[in-house]
């Protein structure tokens, strides 16, 4: 694995509060990626990284941002949490290279009351 | 726009049954399929994947898939199942692009596998 660790694991929040998730990884990957999971849509990307301060949006950016200004730190804030962001968060990485697959972090539950 | 399409929300079988999970895929041009697995309370672990070449793909665990491109599918397989893999099972698709694309990755619904001893 890519020694990837997410923080808090668990949390949760109240409507209106912002909240932030952090993902740390160890491998010096260049990629890094925040997906959601959700009963019946699968993983849908949130946003994306490419470097350090480049990121950019996915299939599903509204309510949140991302900041990148470290190679091994990917942080996903979101900005008024509603329950509708009610969801499990994942991390991933990816290293260049054409074949390089994801690598997954243990994921953050996060329940907006 | 491209999307995934996995049809089976919940499978059910017994141990040594045979397995195949339905995957479909909309995308223009060169396409990169992958087969992840989550166990329960894990995170997402990669089975497979299909990037070009021979069209049968051998994973980990004794699953594989076929790339049939004229059927837009890539099902995923394995001849006897284990009650060890009950998890569940994602398909995922990305254009090649290289790139930024690296893992920009569409995924499907999900299937559940459970798998009765």
């Known amino acids: 694995d890519a020694g990837i660790t997410q923080s808090p694991r668990h949390k949760v929040t109240e409507t209106g509060t912002p909240v932030t998730l952090r993902c740390h990884q160890t491998?010096?990957?260049?990629?890094m990626y925040w997906y959601r999971q959700d009963p019946g849509h699968g993983l849908r990307l949130i946003h994306y990284?490419?470097?350090?301060?480049?990121?950019d949006k996915g299939e599903v950016s509204d309510g949140y941002s991302v900041s990148r200004s470290k190679t091994e730190d990917f942080l996903l804030t979101l900005e008024s949490a509603t329950s509708s962001q009610t969801s499990v968060y994942f991390c991933a990485t990816a290293g260049t290279g054409d074949n390089s697959p994801l690598h997954f972090g243990n994921g953050t539950r996060l329940t907006v009351t | 726009a491209q999307s995934v399409s996995q049809h089976n929300h919940h499978v059910i079988l017994s141990e040594a049954a045979s397995l195949e999970l339905g995957c479909n895929y909309s995308?223009?041009?060169?396409?990169?399929l992958f087969w992840y697995v989550q166990y329960p309370g894990q995170h997402l672990q990669l089975l497979l994947k299909?990037?070009?070449?021979?069209?049968l793909v051998k994973g980990i665990k004794g699953f594989e898939a076929e790339f049939i491109k004229s059927k837009f599918s890539f099902n995923l397989r394995k001849p006897s199942v284990q009650w060890s893999d009950t998890a569940e099972y994602f398909c995922?698709?990305?254009?090649?692009?290289?790139?930024?694309?690296?893992?920009?990755?569409?995924f499907g619904q999900g299937t559940i596998l459970t798998v009765h001893p």
């Open positions: 491998e010096n990957h260049r990629y």
């Open positions: 995308y223009g041009g060169t396409v990169n």
């Open positions: 299909y990037f070009s070449g021979d069209p």
């Open positions: 990284s490419y470097g350090v301060k480049d990121t």
């Open positions: 995922a698709g990305k254009a090649d692009a290289g790139g930024t694309s690296y893992g920009k990755l569409t």
